[in-house]
């Protein structure tokens, strides 16, 4: 039974409910049915995004309309945030107008939270911060599952900007709470402190053919430039000094993926900075399942919104 009147983050569900978003997502995934529904009508979904985004709005917009509901999209550059008006008064003025659900996205953690408990209509996390990133957990599973057919005993290794990345903190979670293993790598200075608590199986290695060697999955991430704290801006984001150095240590090629299980996917959260993070030939390789990932994002938002709204 779903009984969340929110998404805002991984930490909250308990595994039924993973499952119940997942298998809610496979009946919105079958794509011999018809891509349109009357689930939602009636309903207004507004996306709310203060931090740019491709696929999370994208897919968030494709969802409600999907479902047959009204929805509407709202960036800072183009609202009153641009004239000083607060997060809590945006969203207030956008319930009065009878919006049913806020897709929110914003840099500050915690934003969503703080307005789920000041407005009265369903928030969805699209993404606060460093903090969590549910949605691209959940599609990030359900990519999984496709390919794997399961998530318990997994191997999964999560590579990349750790301390920076919502994406990591949402999957470390999730698949600790589905029982696979996770591995995080990344260099000494994207690897936060409490990196080891981040979900019950996770485990913290230094180098990324450690992280790799006989796993199932694959995470590559991108190194989070846009979050570095303002004392840090004149600074490289790493001890190596040209990402090409970087690229050579903490970047997937295919020799570094021979040590993976031979039948061993591949993932990212997009976007890709191809020949830093991820070779170009891996990214669009036979065990990439990249794009994937992306087309799951529309069901599994989809399934998101119907638990959220339909009760």
């Given at each position: 039974?779903?009984?969340?009147?929110?998404?805002?983050?991984?930490?909250?569900?308990?595994?039924?409910?993973?499952?119940?978003?997942?298998?809610?997502?496979?009946?919105?995934?079958d794509?011999?049915?018809?891509?349109?529904?009357?689930?939602?009508?009636?309903?207004?979904?507004?996306?709310?995004?203060?931090?740019?985004?491709?696929?999370?709005?994208?897919?968030?917009?494709?969802?409600?309309?999907?479902?047959?509901?009204?929805?509407?999209?709202?960036?800072?550059?183009?609202?009153?945030?641009?004239?000083?008006?607060?997060?809590?008064?945006?969203?207030?003025?956008l319930?009065?107008m009878?919006?049913?659900?806020?897709?929110?996205?914003?840099?500050?953690?915690?934003?969503?939270?703080?307005?789920?408990?000041?407005?009265?209509?369903?928030?969805?996390?699209?993404?606060?911060?460093?903090?969590?990133?549910?949605?691209?957990?959940?599609l990030?599973a359900?990519?999984?599952?496709?390919?794997?057919?399961?998530?318990?005993?997994?191997?999964?290794?999560?590579?990349?900007?750790?301390?920076?990345?919502?994406?990591?903190?949402?999957?470390?979670?999730?698949?600790?709470?589905?029982?696979?293993e996770?591995?995080?790598?990344?260099?000494?200075?994207?690897?936060?402190?409490?990196?080891?608590?981040?979900?019950?199986?996770?485990?913290?290695?230094?180098?990324?053919?450690?992280?790799?060697?006989?796993?199932?999955?694959?995470?590559?991430?991108?190194?989070?430039?846009?979050?570095?704290?303002?004392g840090?801006?004149?600074?490289?984001?790493?001890?190596?000094?040209?990402?090409?150095?970087?690229?050579?240590?903490?970047?997937?090629?295919?020799?570094?993926?021979?040590?993976?299980?031979?039948?061993?996917?591949?993932?990212?959260?997009?976007?890709?900075?191809?020949?830093?993070?991820?070779?170009?030939?891996?990214?669009?390789?036979?065990?990439?399942?990249i794009?994937?990932?992306?087309?799951?994002?529309?069901?599994?938002?989809?399934?998101?919104?119907?638990?959220?709204?339909?009760?």
């Amino acid at each position: 039974m779903w009984s969340h009147r929110h998404l805002l983050g991984i930490e909250e569900l308990s595994a039924s409910d993973i499952d119940a978003v997942l298998d809610r997502a496979d009946r919105w995934f079958d794509r011999s049915a018809e891509r349109k529904t009357t689930t939602l009508k009636g309903k207004t979904i507004i996306n709310v995004f203060f931090e740019a985004s491709t696929r999370t709005r994208t897919s968030f917009e494709a969802a409600g309309k999907r479902l047959g509901a009204d929805v509407v999209n709202v960036s800072s550059s183009g609202s009153s945030v641009s004239k000083g008006e607060t997060l809590l008064d945006t969203a207030k003025n956008l319930e009065a107008m009878r919006a049913d659900a806020l897709v929110v996205r914003h840099q500050s953690s915690g934003a969503p939270a703080f307005l789920a408990g000041r407005v009265d209509c369903a928030i969805v996390n699209a993404g606060d911060g460093a903090h969590e990133h549910p949605t691209q957990a959940l599609l990030d599973a359900f990519a999984i599952r496709k390919a794997k057919g399961r998530l318990e005993g997994l191997v999964v290794a999560i590579c990349g900007d750790i301390t920076r990345s919502r994406v990591a903190r949402s999957n470390a979670i999730l698949l600790g709470k589905m029982g696979a293993e996770v591995r995080l790598a990344g260099l000494r200075t994207m690897m936060p402190k409490e990196a080891e608590t981040l979900g019950s199986t996770t485990t913290v290695v230094s180098r990324l053919e450690d992280a790799i060697e006989g796993a199932d999955v694959v995470m590559m991430l991108r190194i989070q430039s846009e979050r570095l704290t303002p004392g840090e801006k004149g600074a490289p984001a790493s001890p190596m000094s040209t990402t090409r150095e970087y690229s050579r240590t903490f970047g997937l090629n295919a020799t570094k993926l021979r040590g993976a299980k031979p039948d061993a996917i591949v993932m990212h959260p997009g976007p890709i900075n191809r020949g830093v993070e991820l070779d170009p030939y891996v990214a669009d390789g036979d065990r990439s399942v990249i794009l994937d990932q992306v087309e799951a994002g529309v069901a599994v938002r989809m399934a998101v919104l119907d638990l959220l709204l339909s009760s």
